[in-house]
């Protein structure tokens, strides 16, 4: 099955750049996606990107994926200290609707 | 819109006893989806709905846990008797009509302390 991996932590300053990385074994994903979790809250859905697609630009996240590396990576432009959370990234797998989360990351964002 | 909702928030029990999860999901969507998050993991899927059918429940422990969704609407989890180590959050999520396509919407979740 789907196996999603991503590391553990990330701290930055406010106003760098993060990037969050995560790397899967599923290539039939036909969706990945990007879900921040804040404490005590349910998971918020960030933003997706289609399988055949390399980038995908959204005000402050961008969303690189190399399949040929199944890697998928979400970097947040200007971090500022509400970004702080833990970001998961999940598949979509081969079956309608399972979504295959990762472990998460946890961003820390230092004023 | 309103969102998935969940009840209750937050639940402490002592092993051995039943617990009761209630996810009320987005209106119009079809599919419904019960995850179980355990401290400092991804959530995993217990079970899926499409409708009130459960077409997905082979993560689900059958032993002690049962979930139902009578009228294709609300829907509810339970386990009986609780053990330790079911202490973990448990998400809802609700999907228009859970293809691959679909985008899964959470609720807040159930965080639930066995003691």
């Known amino acids: 099955g789907e196996d999603v991996e991503q590391s553990l932590f990330l701290s930055v300053r406010e106003g760098d750049s993060s990037v969050i990385n995560c790397t899967y074994t599923d290539s039939s994903s036909t969706y990945l996606y990007w879900y921040k979790q804040e404490p005590g809250a349910g998971l918020q859905l960030l933003t997706y990107?289609?399988?055949?697609?390399d980038m995908k630009q959204d005000q402050r996240l961008t969303v690189l994926l190399n399949k040929k590396d199944k890697h998928l990576s979400l970097r947040i432009a200007d971090t500022q200290t509400g970004d702080s959370a833990i970001y998961f990234c999940?598949?979509?797998?081969?079956?309608?609707?399972?979504?295959?989360f990762g472990q998460g990351t946890e961003l820390s964002v230092k004023p | 819109e309103a969102g998935v909702v969940q009840s209750p928030r937050y639940k402490i029990i002592e092993k051995k006893q039943p617990v009761a999860f209630w996810c009320n999901p987005i209106s119009g969507h079809n599919t419904l989806y019960w995850y179980r998050q355990n401290l400092g993991q991804g959530p995993e899927l217990l079970i899926r709905?499409?409708?009130?059918?459960?077409?997905?429940d082979s993560q689900l422990p059958k032993d002690r846990f049962s979930a139902e969704r009578l009228k294709g609407v609300d829907s509810t989890l339970k386990i009986q008797p609780a053990e330790l180590g079911d202490s973990a959050v448990y998400l809802c999520?609700?999907?228009?009509?859970?293809?691959?396509?679909?985008?899964?919407?959470f609720g807040p979740g159930t965080r639930l302390t066995v003691l």
């Open positions: 999520a609700s999907s228009p009509r859970g293809e691959v396509t679909d985008t899964q919407y």
């Open positions: 999940a598949g979509s797998g081969n079956q309608g609707g399972k979504l295959i």
């Open positions: 990107i289609f399988s055949n697609m």
């Open positions: 709905y499409e409708n009130e059918e459960a077409v997905d």
